[in-house]
Nanobody, 114 residues
Framework: QLQLVESGGGLVQTGGSLRLSCTAS????????MGWYRQTPGNQRELVAS???????NYADSVKGRFTISRDNAKSTVFLQMNSLKPEDTAVYYC????????WGRGTQVTVSS
């Protein structure tokens, strides 16, 4: 079992930056992929970025060149550095980690004002 806790969301102006963090607790010794998803009201949750245990990242086209995902395996933490934020990035951001099955955090709100 894993418990995930996200932090770092908030309100920022267009062009600003935020850094999200998500740390796992519990049986965290077999975590493979980590990732960030986001969801807006009435829409499905969508992949923002993911990173494998071997540190290979994958990004949604909409965030390439602006967002960077990274992880600290020793601390069971995944980060999402978000730069050049746009109003369309406004969403609830969820952390996901895979260890035998998917585990999700409870989400953190990111609001980008125009």
């Amino acid at each position: 079992q894993l418990q995930l806790v996200e932090s770092g969301g908030g309100l920022v102006q267009t062009g600003g930056s935020l850094r999200l963090s998500c740390t796992a607790s519990g049986n965290r010794y077999s975590i493979l992929d980590m990732g960030w998803y986001r969801q807006t009201p009435g829409n499905q949750r969508e992949l923002v970025a993911s990173i494998t245990l071997g540190l290979r990242p994958n990004y949604a086209d909409s965030v390439k060149g602006r967002f960077t995902i990274s992880r600290d395996n020793a601390k069971s933490t995944v980060f999402l550095q978000m730069n050049s934020l746009k109003p369309e990035d406004t969403a609830v951001y969820y952390c996901k980690m895979y260890s035998v099955r998917d585990y999700w955090g409870r989400g953190t709100q990111v609001t980008v004002s125009s």
